[in-house]
Nanobody, 124 residues
Framework: QVQLVESGGGLVQVGGSLRLSCAAS????????MGWFRRPPGKKREFVAG????????SYSDSVKGRFTVSRDNAKNMVYLQMNSLKPEDTAVYYC?????????????????WGQGTQVTVSS
């Protein structure tokens, strides 16, 4: 049974940083591409970042490019999202997701495994 557990969310001031972690179990982690999505208050879920199974290729939404960095440690079954220069509009519940597909990572469609989410609140 695949399980994804996010951690590291919290309350941070504008301009601050947070590092989200996602622990994966019940899957052959190295075979999966991983994605980070978020759901801002009152809005739809949106893509944040994706990383292919090898970790050699990443993608980001325009809104976080240059501020967020996605990485993974296949030996530890972990994926991370380093978030810097946080803005109030980054406030959301953040989810990690896993897919065996290695393309189209900026859409939620190929992901069939999701975590429960972790809240990130950026105060001004």
């Amino acid at each position: 049974q695949v399980q994804l557990v996010e951690s590291g969310g919290g309350l941070v001031q504008v301009g601050g940083s947070l590092r989200l972690s996602c622990a994966a179990s019940g899957l052959k982690f190295g075979n999966y591409a991983m994605g980070w999505f978020r759901r801002p208050p009152g809005k739809k879920r949106e893509f944040v970042a994706g990383i292919r199974w090898s970790g050699g290729s990443t993608s980001y939404s325009d809104s976080v490019k240059g501020r967020f960095t996605v990485s993974r440690d296949n030996a530890k079954n972990m994926v991370y999202l380093q978030m810097n220069s946080l803005k109030p509009e980054d406030t959301a519940v953040y989810y990690c997701a896993a897919t065996l597909t290695n393309s189209g990572l900026n859409s939620p469609t190929p992901y069939n495994n999701w975590g429960q989410g972790t809240q990130v609140t950026v105060s001004s």
